[in-house]
């Protein structure tokens, strides 16, 4: 899919303005980080500055981390931990956007240049304080106790075990506001994040153990809320079944 019509020109008009074309045509790759925003008003900013691309919604907490891959004629496709596709990039400098609501693709355009991401700054007490408000939202979404537990976390490792609990914590709270939600989540009775390789989310005996893998960064390190929604609610269908 390209992009066509009054965005396809914006999109490619802009980029031409701001950094050219090369010889064969190919526009000019843009700066590391920018802000894009679709025809249906959806913004983002993506930030290609580290060593795997990231990305976060406008008005949205969880960054994104995703990986390339190669699609047909030169495009790169980004996609998140589940495997879908999130941004197409064609050679010529046009990006569609892949949502649930759009999930045949949006035209976006670049807006302009934006800041990396950083981590706020996190110490233990801190954490700690993360972990308590996380389960705190949880148990006042289910109307019952969810513990948060993280029993080692490595030294220095605090921001990613934060960030971990928020998009935990954010994907309980967004399953919960389902239908039927609190009886998918009825299996879950407490959450331990641990430390491992590669990251993931599990359902075991009531425990959600995420495994964090501190060797990927603090958004790399640890599953997105999408893939931890597709665990509960699979492990809900499982348990339905027997």
């Given at each position: ?33 920018a802000r894009f925003e679709s025809d ?203």
């Open positions: 899919m390209f992009l066509t019509g009054t965005g396809a020109a914006q999109a490619q008009s802009l980029q031409q303005r701001m950094f050219g074309k090369d010889q064969d045509g190919r526009a000019n790759a843009g700066p590391s980080v249906d008003g959806e913004t983002f900013i993506l930030d290609e500055s580290g060593r795997q691309p990231l990305l976060r919604f406008e008005g949205d907490t969880e960054v994104w981390s995703l990986t390339v891959t190669q699609g047909a004629k030169g495009d790169r496709i980004y996609k998140n931990d589940v495997g879908q596709p999130v941004l197409k990039s064609t050679r010529w400098g046009g990006m569609i956007l892949f949502t649930d609501e759009r999930p045949t693709g949006d035209p976006v355009a670049m807006s302009g240049k934006a800041d990396a991401f950083r981590q706020p700054r996190m110490s233990p007490a801190l954490l700690w304080q993360t972990l308590a408000k996380g389960s705190k939202r949880v148990s006042q979404a289910l109307g019952r106790l969810v513990p948060f537990e993280a029993p080692n976390v490595t030294p220095g490792a605090d921001a990613l075990y934060a960030q971990a609990a928020d998009v935990t914590s954010s994907a309980l709270v967004q399953v919960a506001l389902q239908s039927k939600g609190k009886q998918r989540l009825t299996g879950v009775e407490s959450v331990q994040f641990v430390e491992g390789r590669p990251p993931s989310a599990t359902l075991t005996n009531g425990v959600l153990v995420m495994k964090l893998d501190t060797s990927r960064g603090n958004w790399g390190g640890h599953v997105s809320s999408k893939r931890i929604v597709n665990v509960i609610l699979t492990s809900y269908s499982v348990a339905e079944r027997r």
